[in-house]
């Protein structure tokens, strides 16, 4: 009979994606926070990269490599600038050696109708969410294609695949981010590298709790009920979606089982996009 067992030791040291090195962009917080940890847990070096407080975010980067004993890297690049994405990836390449994974995550919002929409918030919302995918992955493709592997995860929403009123820059930036996702996949398929977007509906991170008190606070309704009619009332789970759900489905798509996913824009929104 054929004995499948494997050593327990052999089975505890192996880590799926040891030996890997990834850039998430806007790893500060929330969903790529998530992503940046789970990658580190399973053995890839990280390059963090987003704003906030230089001392908590140190904090965060020494706390990641040492939980995980993988080297973790900060860079400040401003999302905005292709400059600042390229010079990340020098910084990167001079730390790590390579890049194997890019997980485009960077994003921000403005809700306003399309008659009041501010041309400048536009803009900055195609540069950031979308622009700024385009540059990374240029920045990192051909050594991927020549190196026979590489993994691109774009950070999309169920604003990649359905509208919502008041979001136009938003919703134009993410269904932007699906095609970009499928142009990659066609052009990396014969090379190892994949390319797929993963479309969350509503998460628990920092910017919707942010919006929840907010909203709270302008309509003088209570927190559960902004939470059930507000941004749970068009995902029948009834829950929020979670950033260690985002960071298993990354590594997942990182891993050599992932080999033949590509092109597809992942709805990870609890039924919304069902409806
Ligand atoms: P967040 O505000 O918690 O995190 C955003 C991150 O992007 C932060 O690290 C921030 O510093 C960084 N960032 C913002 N502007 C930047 C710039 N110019 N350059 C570099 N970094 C910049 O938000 P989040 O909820 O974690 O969202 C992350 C991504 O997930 C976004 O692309 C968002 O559109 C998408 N998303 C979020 C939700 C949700 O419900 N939270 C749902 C669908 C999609």
Known sequence: ????????????SRRPLEGRTAIV????????????????????????NGFGDPAQIETQRAAIADENDVDVA?????????DAIRMMV???VARFGQVDIVVNNAGIQ??????EF????????LAINLSSAFHLIQATFEP?????????????SAHGLIASPFKAAYVAAKHGMVGLTKVVALEGAEYGVTSNAICPGYVWTPLVEKQI????????????????????????TRRFATVEEMGALTVFLCSDCAASMTGTALPVDGGWTAH
């Open 90 to 92: 020098e910084r990167a």
């Open 144 to 156: 991927m294609k020549s190196r026979g592997y590489g993994r691109i995860i774009n950070v999309a």
């Open 213 to 236: 008190e907010d909203q709270a606070r302008s309509h003088n309704v209570a927190r559960d009920a902004v939470i059930r009619d507000v941004f749970l009332k068009n995902q029948p």
């Open 74 to 82: 900060y860079d400040n690049a401003d999302m905005s600038s292709s």
């Open 25 to 48: 962009t806007g790893s500060t917080s929330g969903i790529g926070l998530g992503i940046a940890q789970a990658l580190a847990q399973n053995g890839a070096a990280v390059m963090l």
């Open 118 to 125: 501010p041309a400048a918030k536009w803009d900055s919302i």
């Open 1 to 12: 009979m054929l004995n499948i067992s494997k050593p327990e030791a052999n089975l505890a």
């Open 110 to 115: 403005h809700v306003a109708p399309i008659s």
